[in-house]
């Protein structure tokens, strides 16, 4: 899930003020996406949305388990669209949106960050406000109350001067520049992803870091990744493929140090952290990125933290981490790598599905990326427009379900011609989609749908082979079970076959 982080600087403090055009690429079938959808729905490449062409985004945000988007705009506008069964979308309904749609509710405040996590949003205020909707079953949106289920409007978080916010599957953390009492966290206790040990309704703040300050953090599903301001980096929660980084896959109630940083290689003040279903990655001196967990669908995974010598120098701006993919702006390259169904990696209608080692999205080349998302089956990222108006013209538009991928021709008649490579972006919902049941168990029961790949978790230690915890992590209620025992860069290319080709990426 998306980097948070207490302050940006210099050129991306100022690009993220301006803002840029906001590119998606992946599903468009919310209603499908965890079963078997079209491939007809999917956007394979890069594509501008038409509600959103001149609005100028300046963060985007969704998760990975989300099937759900948020982004905000220069003037602190909320804009949400996806899956919308549980309110997650804030529109007060339970209507799924096909397109960007201003959060009217929040007309009244500015709008800096925002999390989003299986089924709920969280958003932070330029004043400190925290507001959250969508489901609240575990007390994720930090209202103090769990008596609605479903919050499909904004309501008001118990937390208050807070600059950033990070969402899990079904819990939520907070951050905070008060001294000893930097972070707080609520929702889903059950593998120790809240780091308190409790499943108290309100936020809680997590004692064994009351005497540091936590300026970065991460949620992956069931887990949490956080740095402080000396540079050492803190996991907990669900331990299964060694997501946590200490060389074995118990889950961790507080937060636990991991040891490859410390001693002489803390992380800088302006490292990336980020978090996907299963895997942890940042980056640390020199600004090599490592990861660990998880990283791909078969094969050993690394119990520690691994530096990923693919993109040894480069310079990376942001990252985000999926259900089992990765995005990355780096210098003038966007990056993108992982396992893929949906035209996520945006390598375009010729390119391949699922990259194993990270490689450029051609037709972004040359573009200055400076936020990127990651949710599960799709993607965003929001380019710089300077200088590359021409090209962004060049790029495909979505119109949403109601049209095909079109550009326009007579504006003031509102009509449209579709361009070359058209495809329907209408699909029928499936019976099984309509016939699915609205749970009252608890959100790991989701898991299977969410995270295809979890099996059952290895009790030993080392790098054996993929592991992880099927009948606990997917179908725990978040009760009892689990309790701890102590409880009570080339020139642009259109996605011929031949840009396909493995290895590191190179810069121009």
């Not at 529109?91 to 925002?114: C, N, Y």
């Not at 330029?126 to 609240?136: I, M, P, R, T, V």
């Not at 200088?387 to 003031?412: C, F, H, M, T, W």
Request: charged fraction near 25%.
């Amino acid at each position: 899930m998306a980097l948070v982080e207490m302050e940006n600087k210099g050129e991306q403090e100022e690009l993220t003020v301006k803002g840029g055009e906001l590119l998606f690429c992946g599903t468009t079938a919310w209603d499908e996406v965890r079963g078997k959808e079209s491939q007809e729905t999917n956007l394979v490449s890069p594509t501008r949305l038409r509600s959103l062409m001149g609005v100028h985004i300046r963060y985007v945000a969704s998760g990975c388990v989300s099937c759900h988007c948020v982004a905000l705009d220069v003037e602190g506008r909320c804009y949400t669209w996806g899956r919308n069964d549980k309110g997650q979308l804030g529109h007060g309904d339970t209507i799924q949106r096909d397109m960007p749609t201003i959060v009217s509710e929040l007309s009244k405040h500015k709008v800096i960050r925002a999390g989003a996590g299986r089924s709920h949003t969280v958003l932070v205020t330029e004043d400190g406000l925290s507001l959250a909707f969508g489901w609240n079953k575990h007390g994720q949106l930090g209202s103090g109350s769990v008596k609605n289920e479903v919050e499909p409007s904004p309501v008001c978080c118990l937390v208050s001067e807070f600059k950033t916010t990070a969402c899990g599957g079904d819990f939520t953390v907070w951050l905070t520049p008060v001294e000893g009492a930097s972070i707080l966290t609520a929702g889903l206790p059950q593998y120790g992803q809240l780091g308190h040990g409790t499943d108290k309704e309100p936020p809680q703040t997590i004692a064994s870091l009351a005497g540091e300050t936590i300026v970065k953090v991460a949620c992956g599903l069931n887990h949490t990744v956080a740095m402080d301001k000396n540079g050492y980096v803190y996991t907990w929660g669900f331990g299964g493929y060694g997501r946590l980084g200490h060389r074995e896959q118990k889950d961790e109630w507080v937060p636990r140090r991991v040891d490859v940083f410390t001693k002489h290689n803390f992380l800088p003040p302006d490292a990336i952290v980020s978090a996907g279903s299963a895997n942890s990655s940042c980056t640390a001196g020199g600004g090599q990125l490592y990861m660990w967990g998880k990283m791909k669908t078969s094969g050993d995974d690394w119990m520690y933290p691994k530096p990923l010598m693919d993109l040894s120098g480069w310079h990376l701006r942001c990252m985000d981490s999926g259900n089992m993919h990765h995005f990355v702006g780096a210098d003038s390259s966007c990056i993108s790598w992982g396992h893929a169904k949906s035209g996520e990696l945006g390598y375009g209608p010729k390119g391949q599905k699922s990259s194993a080692s990270p490689k450029k999205v051609e037709i972004l080349e040359g573009m200055h990326v400076f936020s990127v998302a990651c949710g599960y089956a799709h993607s965003m990222v929001v380019v710089d427009r300077t200088n590359v108006a021409d090209r962004l013209e060049q790029l495909e538009v979505y119109d949403g379900k109601a049209s095909k991928i079109a550009v326009p021709d007579e504006p003031d008649k509102g009509t449209y011609i579709a361009e070359k490579s058209t495809r329907k972006s209408s699909a029928k919902k499936s019976e099984s989609s309509k016939k699915r049941k609205n749970s009252d168990s608890s959100s790991d029961s989701e898991n299977k749908e969410s995270s295809d790949y979890e099996g059952v978790k290895a009790s030993g230690k080392g790098g054996g082979k993929s592991a992880g915890k099927s009948s606990a992590e997917m179908n725990g209620s978040g009760h009892g079970r689990g309790r701890p025992p102590s409880m009570t860069k080339n020139s642009p290319s259109t996605g011929e076959k031949g840009s396909g080709k493995r290895g590191r990426p190179r810069k121009s």
